[in-house]
């Protein structure tokens, strides 16, 4: 995956901006999607994936506007665990690596899971 780094992309919390580079939030958001994508082809029909660890290391900065590259390659399909080798880079090379895992699950369970829980009462 390519994308461009935007102002949004930064280091922020809330309405304050701690510095103008590609945050690690962001970074992680973005392996996370470019590591569902490399799954997908192998999924079953009734199976979908989530979310279940992440592991990276935000080595090298990268301001905005330059262009990274997230590439998520499967290294372990160990039953209904998916790990995905992350490496992030730019015009200057690596600035993360690390791994994201995947849980493969049914999607009807999920949905049914999804649904009692949002017909559970919101905290006070």
């Known amino acids: 995956m390519r994308l461009r780094v935007t102002a949004e992309m930064t280091a922020r919390f809330f ?7 590609y945050a690690t939030f962001a ?3 973005h392996a996370e999607y470019a590591s569902r994508q490399a799954i997908l082809p ?3 029909p ?3 994936a989530v979310g279940a660890h992440v592991e990276l290391e935000h080595v090298a900065p990268t301001p905005v506007g330059w262009i990274v590259e997230i590439t998520a390659r499967v ?3 160990d039953g209904r665990s998916i790990v ?5 880079s730019n015009r200057n090379g ?4 690390g791994t994201q895992r995947q849980r493969v699950v049914s999607k009807r369970r999920l949905e049914e899971r999804i649904a ?3 017909s559970e009462q919101p905290d006070a």
């Open 42 to 44: 192998f999924l079953e």
């Open 46 to 48: 009734g199976d979908d």
């Open 75 to 77: 290294i372990e399909c």
């Open 84 to 88: 995905c080798r992350i490496t992030a």
């Open 94 to 97: 690596v600035i993360a690596e």
């Open 116 to 118: 009692a829980l949002y």
């Open 15 to 21: 309405d304050c901006t701690i510095h103008p580079l």
């Open 27 to 29: 970074l992680i958001e």
